[in-house]
Structure formats: structure tokens, C-alpha cells
């Protein structure tokens, strides 16, 4: 190889080296707390439940759902994809590995919003990135995709639409099944009258 | 702390195309430059007397590594702003074979055939047309492909957390496997006959 090659390749591998064995920041850089404030003041942290279905649906690979309710109920069910964080691992290791991941929108979800915009505000302040809330957690996920909705009055083409999607989306999540709440009763068999058929007279001769 | 200029707002993403339009130039003139319009150039590192394509290559995936490593220290970037591109495992091995057949049989990748038209050069005009019927006949039958193109979603998983190790030793052992690489490929070069082209 020619001098000026092994001197730059001595220099990348010393480059790379510093890398390894420079001093590691904590990676937890807090913001400015009036940049914390325009973002609590700002809505677009809040994704709602269609948005989120969708991206769920179409299979949607920088989508990352954090499942922040306890895990006896994230075991009786959740989203799929979804992984299971306990609040209070938020700052740990694992939680922060986890939402410091490059390329991934995260998105917050309890029960309801509570826990998720206190799980955000914590995480915002620590410059965590691409951090999002599903508006109104499960409990709105529930009431709005699975629980079967019909129009009322006459419904503009939007909102058809959004209808039409949310039946299809009921239908990827719990199968074509349709709920129902009319107990099924079985139906009794209406008795054919009998008509029996008079005697016919006897042939009268022949072979 | 600054990341990627259009993802943190500071500018608007209409300015995408510009860009675009921009870095594909450079791109461009940087394989241009590097000979990357030759075919045989390129084929001869499948049969090991040119190996300018994976230099090239190798130097810029550790110079970026490096550059991004360094800036996201001294908290110029973002790293976590960062687009990476999602991994769908069936359809990048599949892919990358079809890839790799072509690229030996034509001695051209997708890119560095459009350099070879730009410049005039006919194999590369017959590789890129041919590109295009590829492209025309794939996106028609896409639902056959559907749902080997869909699997093996990984998300956008970096190498380094596969193995469990941090960025920064990732790339010390990507430098480290890049110069032994220019070592092992200057040795092969020197043993191999020379082509004159």
C-alpha cells in the first residue's frame, strides 16, 4: 500500500478508536424548559386512534407502540406489535434503549391519557424524539374501532368513509364475526298439516 | 442540539426535491469521477483486478459512520432524527440476489448505469432500459410479490443492535474490517494479471 493510504487508514482506526474510548455522555440532554413548554402547548404529540389503527394495518415499520399499562392487562390484550413498559422504567436502560431507538415514531398509550402525557412530559424533557400520545389511550381504541358504530342521521362521504374504514379495521382485529347482542333462539319448525291421500279405487279389470 | 435539517423543521420539506436533485448530482459526478461509468471497471472485482467499487464503497460507509458518530458526541445531530430504512428480510435477500446477478452479468448497479448514460456509453443506455422493463414488470405483478416483499419485517434495525454491541464499536470493527479489506485487495490486485481497459 502506498504511504499516503497507510496513513489515512491509521488515522480512520484512530478515529474509531476515540469513539470507543471517549467518556460516554448519559445521552439524557434536558431541553430548554420553554422548548418543553411550546411542546406541551403544541398538539401534535397527539395521534388519534384512526391514524394509529391505520399505521397498525398497513403494517408500518417506524411505528413503535409503547403499552404503558400495567401487564395483567396488556397479557388479557393488546395491540399488535405493541411492547409492554412500565412507567417506572421509563429512565432505565432498557426504557431508554428502547425510545431512544433511531427511526421510530414512538407512540404513548395507557388506559386513557394520564399516564401517557406524564410518561411524554418526562421523556420530552430528556430530548427523547419522535415521542407521540394515542389520543385517549385503549379505552378510546376500544369504544372506537371495535365497538360496532352505525351512521346516524345523513352522514356526509368523510364521514362513510371513516365508518367504512373502522368497520374493515373491527374485522382486521377480531375477525369477520360480527358482536352481537340478540341472544340467537332457535326456531321452531312450523308442522306441515297432514293430507293423507284418499284410497284410489281399484282397477277395474286389465290384464 | 441541531438534527438533519428538514426533520427538525428548520426548513420547510418542500426543499426535498431540491435536495434531491442536488445530493443525486453529486452522487453523480462522484462516480463519474471514480470510473464507476466503466463496466469493466466495475466487473473487475469479480475477477480481482479492479477493486476501485468496493474501496469506494467500504470508504464511504466508514467515513459517514465516522462523520455522524462524531457529530452526534459533540451534539451537532440528532442521531435519533435520523430516516433509516425499514428491513424487510425476504425481500432484501431475494432482492439483493437479483441485484448482485445483475450486477455481475451487466458490470453495472442501478446508479452507475444512469452515470454510463449520462456519458453515452451503450451498455449502460441497454442496462438501464432494461432496468425500467424490470420495474414496469415488477410493479404490474406486485400483488404476486405482495407478501414476500412485506415479510421479515424488522423494522429499522441497525447492525449493531443485532449483535448487542454499542454504534462506536461497530464502527472501530467496520474500520478495522474496511483497511484489512484494502490490504487483502491491493495483495489480490498485485497477483492477479493486469487488464488493460
Known amino acids: 500500500m502506498e504511504r499516503k493510504y497507510t496513513l489515512l487508514a491509521i488515522l480512520v482506526i484512530v478515529l474509531a478508536l476515540g469513539l470507543v474510548v471517549l467518556p460516554k455522555s448519559n445521552g439524557r440532554k434536558e431541553i430548554d424548559p420553554k422548548v418543553l413548554l411550546d411542546g406541551v402547548v403544541e398538539r401534535s404529540r397527539f395521534l388519534s386512534v384512526d391514524q394509529v389503527t391505520h399505521r397498525i394495518i398497513e403494517n408500518d415499520p417506524s411505528l413503535e407502540l409503547i403499552d404503558l399499562r400495567p401487564a395483567d392487562q396488556f397479557k388479557t390484550f393488546a395491540l399488535p406489535g405493541s411492547i409492554n413498559l412500565n412507567p417506572d422504567s421509563l429512565l432505565s436502560p432498557y426504557g431508554s434503549e428502547l425510545l431512544g431507538e433511531p427511526g421510530k415514531d414512538k407512540v404513548l398509550y395507557g388506559n386513557s391519557d394520564l399516564i401517557a402525557e406524564k410518561a411524554w412530559l418526562v421523556c420530552s424533557r430528556y430530548s427523547i424524539n419522535r415521542l407521540y400520545i394515542m389520543k385517549g389511550g385503549m379505552n378510546e381504541w376500544f369504544t372506537t374501532i371495535i365497538k360496532v358504530q352505525q351512521a346516524t342521521g345523513t352522514p356526509s362521504t368523510t364521514d362513510l368513509d371513516l365508518i367504512s374504514f373502522r368497520n374493515a379495521a373491527r374485522q382486521f382485529f377480531v375477525g369477520s364475526g360480527t358482536a352481537t347482542h340478540t341472544p340467537i333462539v332457535p326456531v321452531q319448525k312450523e308442522k306441515a298439516p297432514l293430507i293423507r291421500k284418499a284410497p284410489s279405487s281399484s282397477a277395474g279389470g286389465g290384464c | ?197
Not at chain 2, 442540539?1 to 428538514?6: A, K, L, T
Open chain 2, 1 to 197: 442540539m441541531i438534527g438533519p435539517i428538514i426533520s427538525s423543521g428548520l426548513i420547510s420539506s418542500a426543499w426535498d426535491n431540491l435536495f434531491a436533485i442536488l445530493l443525486g448530482m453529486g452522487f453523480g459526478f462522484a462516480l463519474e469521477a471514480s470510473g464507476f461509468s466503466s463496466s469493466r471497471k466495475i466487473i473487475g472485482t469479480f475477477f480481482g483486478y479492479d477493486f476501485v467499487v468496493v474501496k469506494v464503497f467500504f470508504t464511504a460507509a466508514i467515513v459517514a459512520s465516522l462523520g455522524l458518530l462524531y457529530l452526534n458526541y459533540l451534539g451537532l445531530v440528532d442521531f435519533s432524527l435520523l430516516y433509516i430504512q425499514p428491513t424487510f428480510l425476504a425481500s432484501a435477500i431475494v432482492g439483493g440476489v437479483i441485484m448482485g446477478i445483475g450486477f455481475a452479468m451487466a458490470g453495472f448497479c442501478p446508479g452507475t448505469s444512469l452515470c454510463a448514460t449520462a456519458v453515452g456509453r451503450i451498455d449502460g443506455l441497454v442496462f438501464f432500459g432494461g432496468m425500467f422493463i424490470g420495474v414496469f414488470l415488477f410493479s404490474e405483478a406486485f400483488p404476486l410479490f405482495e407478501n414476500m416483499y412485506y415479510s421479515g419485517s424488522l423494522g429499522a434495525k441497525m447492525v449493531n443492535s443485532v449483535f448487542g454491541i454499542s454504534p462506536e464499536l461497530f464502527t472501530f470493527l467496520l474500520v478495522l474490517a474496511a483497511v484489512g479489506m484494502f490490504i487483502g485487495a491491493s495483495w489480490v490486485q498485485k497477483k492477479v494479471k493486469k487488464v488493460e481497459y
